[in-house]
């Protein structure tokens, strides 16, 4: 399951589903923890409760040791990107909703949902939703939530993980030919 590529069940919405190791509360400081969130997403504070300001401090560069080239088309983003969003669902450990700011200013929304599984697994299933029909928005977000959730099984599983962008080209790849098919 965490090696599957996320899907677009319908139009202008990926999700993606990963077993992750628990409990569920680890999963939660991942999510809305500034210096965890930062390991696997963004720096950046949550405000925990209903309209709270949720931060997000990208430096993709600080997501692992290893060597990190930048692609040219994604050089903006070379010293980091900073935005904003708003909590519009919050129920530890189990759902977490915010909106996410979009460089052309429309917000699109993502939904955390963490389901108790088998053992001491835990289902995350995240869906990021309103992102429109423009297939290079999708393909770059699909590619970068893939590259990001591996980042962050690899942090709870206590492994370094590869470097950011090298990840997110070869998913762009894969996510553009699966573009194409739907």
Do not use: C
């Not at 290079?136 to 099984?153: F, R």
Request: hydrophobic fraction near 35%; glycine fraction near 8%; avoid cysteine.
């Amino acid at each position: 399951m965490n090696k599957q590529y996320g899907i677009f069940p319908e139009p202008g919405t990926i999700q993606f589903e990963r077993l992750l190791p628990g409990p569920a509360e680890r999963i939660w400081d991942y999510l809305t923890k500034s210096e965890l969130k930062a390991k696997w997403l963004s720096a950046g504070d949550v405000e925990p409760r209903l309209g709270g300001k949720v931060e997000f401090r990208f430096r993709h560069s600080d997501l692992s040791e290893a060597d990190d080239h930048i692609p040219e088309k994604y050089k903006h983003m070379e010293d980091g990107t900073y935005f904003e969003g708003r909590v519009t669902a919050w129920d530890p450990p189990r759902l977490l909703r915010y909106t996410w700011g979009e460089e052309s200013g429309e917000e699109s929304e993502v939904t955390y949902e963490l389901i108790p599984a088998t053992g001491n697994k835990v289902l995350l299933r995240l869906t990021h939703r309103r992102l429109g029909d423009d297939p290079a928005v999708l393909i770059s977000v699909a590619s970068g939530w893939h590259t990001h959730l591996g980042i962050l099984i690899d942090r709870l599983e206590g492994k370094e993980p590869d470097g950011f962008w090298p990840v997110h080209s070869r998913m762009e790849e894969v996510y553009k030919k699966q573009i194409q098919t739907i």
